[in-house]
């Protein structure tokens, strides 16, 4: 089982991903912690070709579960994978998820990828995950549309969840 976890910024999708893993017994492969390096430099901006060669490194051979939107490797993930889950949730979830997320990582201070911080000066940078959650929600919605509707992805088993109660139970329905 090849399965993408795909959605809006904040939607939990390395969160489901990373217990979808677990629960199925696949490879977890986290696009955020390819992507981004030191100085929250972007490979998939910076090096399309190296982000796209690290990514088809991770995901070779069977059983793996990623996440992530990146348009850079999109095709080549979606033609390997079996399964598409998309957290379709609405704006209001999404954007208390990603203030909370945000909020959070300025407090703690954690590390995420490569070192890299939250900063809550960076909170009204149009490219912020807060703003960009508001501002891509409703295109990104429309895209996913288009996208599962088009006959190149009908490949897919698409599992398109509308509330985060639905998340729970994926797990279940994918390994039945």
Same mark, same amino acid.
């Given at each position: 089982?090849?399965?993408?976890?795909?959605?809006?910024?904040?939607?939990?999708?390395?969160?489901?991903?990373?217990?979808?893993?677990?629960?199925?017994?696949?490879?977890?492969?986290?696009?955020?912690?390819?992507?981004?390096?030191?100085?929250?430099?972007?490979?998939?901006?910076?090096?399309?070709?190296?982000?796209?060669?690290?990514?088809?490194?991770?995901?070779?051979?069977?059983?793996?579960?990623?996440?992530?939107?990146?348009?850079?490797?999109?095709?080549?993930?979606?033609?390997?994978?079996? &399964? %598409?889950?998309? =957290?379709?949730?609405?704006?209001?979830?999404?954007?208390? @998820? /990603?203030?909370? !997320?945000?909020?959070?990582?300025?407090?703690?201070?954690?590390?995420?990828?490569?070192?890299?911080?939250?900063?809550?000066?960076?909170?009204?940078?149009?490219?912020?995950?807060?703003?960009?959650?508001?501002?891509?929600?409703?295109?990104?919605?429309?895209?996913?549309?288009?996208?599962?509707?088009?006959?190149?992805?009908? &490949? %897919?088993?698409? =599992?398109?969840?509308?509330?985060?109660?639905?998340?729970? @139970? /994926?797990?279940? !329905?994918?390994?039945?």
């Amino acid at each position: 089982m090849r399965i993408v976890v795909v959605g809006t910024s904040g939607s939990g999708k390395s969160t489901l991903a990373r217990g979808l893993g677990k629960a199925l017994g696949l490879r977890f492969v986290e696009l955020d912690a390819i992507n981004w390096q030191p100085g929250w430099r972007a490979l998939d901006q910076e090096d399309k070709t190296e982000f796209r060669r690290r990514v088809a490194e991770a995901t070779a051979g069977d059983g793996w579960v990623s996440d992530g939107n990146y348009g850079t490797v999109r095709d080549d993930l979606w033609a390997r994978a079996t &399964h %598409l889950v998309w =957290l379709d949730y609405e704006r209001g979830v999404i954007m208390r @998820r /990603v203030i909370t !997320r945000s909020v959070i990582r300025a407090i703690d201070g954690k590390a995420l990828w490569s070192g890299n911080r939250e900063d809550w000066r960076t909170w009204l940078d149009a490219d912020h995950p807060m703003r960009w959650a508001w501002s891509t929600w409703k295109l990104r919605r429309e895209r996913y549309e288009a996208l599962v509707a088009d006959p190149t992805n009908s &490949h %897919l088993t698409v =599992l398109r969840l509308r509330h985060p109660r639905e998340a729970s @139970r /994926v797990a279940g !329905r994918l390994a039945a």
